[in-house]
């Protein structure tokens, strides 16, 4: 079996600092460190993960919280992209991931995290932040980063909301449109950023919204969007353009707005939101909003780990991602008397 005293001696450094390499510490240079651990990988070298454990008293395993109210798991392209960028960033600093998961032997969450002797916790998404059981994880002392939601000192990764509906609100003013729907999604932080920059930006511009304009739906739920959609286009004074909350949502109002026999954007105009590959292979082209969740993934990862390896001096902290706007061809370009 290759120790740590091979790679040393392969490298011509010392063992400490082959210690040091591999497990990223701040004093070492970053041609030393690519040099242990490459050397280490092509000498098949394998850590003594009990030894690690003993030094560090850390195990070097990070859980994962995971569920979403449509039940979709991990083909939601939104959460299962964070949750690989993280995995992936994790695993390139020596940690584990693994999903934490209550139920298996009736424990809470806070339970089950000592139980699994997990590091720290990131809860990627969440069904219910009132539950106890993730209020219990929230207050307790394992170090735990949010995506997309403010808990009282935690880190937060935080996506672009209000800065991404700002962003297609202000493109589809330019195209001309003022009579805007939109199907916003189930209550939550993050509806509820986006619904709010929806309404302040139809006030900045003199918009009144009728009530009738504005539907909650499960995000993800085709049917419930399709529905909806056929709601809004039998409307006295139905929308130029709809918003949906996100573009696999939007598939559903797209489908509906063609059971009617309507073209899009002929007929009326389309917005997704979050950046799907899918959407960008639809005919027309769809326009959405796209997060950034690879870097919303490693900086979940990264900001973690800072905590777990420096809790003395590191501060929980506020921390959002910008996407940016993907214009398509589902927003007609309407003319100042339309």
Not at 12 to 40: C, F, P, Q, Y
Not at 62 to 82: N, P, R, Y
Not at 217 to 235: C, F, G, N
Not at 285 to 306: P, W
């Amino acid at each position: 079996m290759v120790s740590m005293k091979d790679v040393a001696a392969a490298c011509g450094v010392s063992v400490a600092t082959v210690s040091k390499a591999l497990s990223n510490h701040r004093d070492i240079g970053e041609r030393t460190r690519k040099l242990v651990k490459e050397t280490a990988e092509q000498m098949g070298y394998l850590p003594n993960q009990s030894a690690r454990y003993l030094k560090t008293n850390r195990s070097y395993n990070i859980g994962v919280l995971f569920e979403d109210a449509a039940g979709s798991g991990l083909t939601h392209d939104f959460f299962s992209g964070v949750l690989q960028s993280l995995k992936k960033t994790a695993e390139a600093r020596g940690y584990d991931v693994s999903f934490l998961n209550s139920t298996s032997l009736d424990m809470s969450y806070v339970d089950r995290a000592r139980y699994r002797g997990f590091d720290g916790v990131a809860i990627v998404c969440c069904l219910d932040y009132d539950n106890p059981k993730v209020a219990e994880l929230l207050r307790s002392s394992i170090k735990v980063v949010t995506i997309d939601y403010l808990a009282n000192n935690r880190t937060a990764i935080l996506s672009g909301n209000t800065e991404g509906m700002h962003s297609l609100m202000d493109y589809l003013f330019s195209m001309g449109h003022t009579k805007i729907a939109y199907i916003c999604g189930d209550s939550n932080s993050v509806t509820r950023q986006r619904l709010a920059a929806y309404y302040r930006s139809m006030e900045e511009h003199g918009i009144t919204v009728p009530d009738e304009y504005v539907r909650p739906a499960l995000y993800r739920d085709l049917t419930k969007a399709y529905e909806l959609t056929e709601e809004l286009l039998k409307l006295k004074d139905p929308p130029t353009c709809i918003l949906y909350p996100d573009d696999v949502a939007c598939f559903g109002g797209i489908n509906a707005i063609r059971a009617n026999g309507l073209a899009i954007p002929e007929d009326i105009s389309v917005v997704g939101y979050d950046g799907v590959k899918a959407a960008q292979y639809e005919e027309p082209r769809l326009t959405t909003y796209g997060q950034n969740i690879e870097e919303m993934g490693r900086e979940a990862a990264l900001r973690l780990i800072e905590e777990i390896e420096h809790p003395m001096t590191t501060v929980p902290g506020i921390h959002t991602v910008s996407g940016h706007l993907m214009e398509g061809q589902t927003v007609k370009r309407l003319s100042p008397f339309a």
